[in-house]
């Protein structure tokens, strides 16, 4: 069964600061990666993809690949109070359509 | 077009009746997805269709029957639904059902079964 690994947090972040956010990932098929942004009572927003080994910036964002260890993580650079919300680490592929979820990461930045 | 509509925003519901979800995109994507969220927890998937067709059902009650009417439409179908299912039902949209393709969120219909 396919696995998805968040830090639930919260993690608090000074505004300015940059924010990490980690997930794993058990299944070794999986081909794509997503973040999705999920503010209290709304639906998750998709703010970035990645399916290939290394980085991948846009905007403040940045998303991070290791297949090898089978790590995924997104950076946040200067933090905003805006920014604050549940981030959901989602993965896709190895044999199944639909997104597998991580149980996200509550990030809080503090003004 | 590039949102995904869900109607309707709240829905309270008995035990005993029947009531339908519906879920809309003009994107010309080819998979829609419905997934249900209890509060505190990650989005579950239950149902994608590809192509119009029901391509996976994640062992989910009878009591859930989803249709897919053409492309951009998409129902979920509920009778006799029990309290433990109340929740966020969301639906989302993308242009094929492939593991490289970006899938984008409606904002949901909150379920409350009395």
């Known amino acids: 069964q396919k696995e998805v690994e968040q830090n639930s947090g919260p993690l608090s972040v000074p505004e300015g600061a940059i924010a990490s956010l980690n997930c794993t990932y058990s299944?070794?098929?999986?081909?794509?990666f997503f973040w999705y942004r999920q503010y209290s009572g709304k639906s998750p927003e998709l703010i970035m993809f990645i399916y290939s080994n290394g980085d991948k910036e846009d905007g403040r964002f940045t998303a991070q690949l290791n297949k090898a260890s089978q790590y995924v993580s997104l950076l946040i650079r200067d933090s905003q109070p805006s920014d604050s919300a549940t981030y959901l680490c989602?993965?896709?592929?190895?044999?199944?359509?639909?997104?597998?979820f991580g149980k996200g990461t509550h990030l809080i930045i503090q003004p | 077009d590039t949102e995904v509509t869900q109607t309707p925003k709240h829905l309270v519901m008995g035990m005993t009746n029947k009531k339908s979800l519906k879920c809309e995109q003009h994107m010309g994507h080819r998979a829609m997805y419905w997934y249900k969220q209890k509060a505190k927890k990650p989005p579950e998937l239950m149902f994608v269709?590809?192509?119009?067709?029901?391509?996976i059902n994640e062992s989910v009650p009878s009591r859930f029957s989803p249709e897919c009417p053409n492309s951009s439409l998409l129902n979920l179908h509920l009778h006799a639904l029990q309290p433990e299912d109340s929740a966020l039902y969301l639906c989302a949209s993308s242009w094929t059902s492939g593991p490289g393709d970006e899938q984008f969120f409606g904002p949901g219909t909150r379920l409350t079964v009395l």
């Open positions: 989602a993965v896709a592929g190895g044999g199944a359509d639909g997104l597998t």
């Open positions: 269709y590809s192509y119009e067709k029901l391509s």
């Open positions: 299944d070794r098929g999986s081909q794509s």
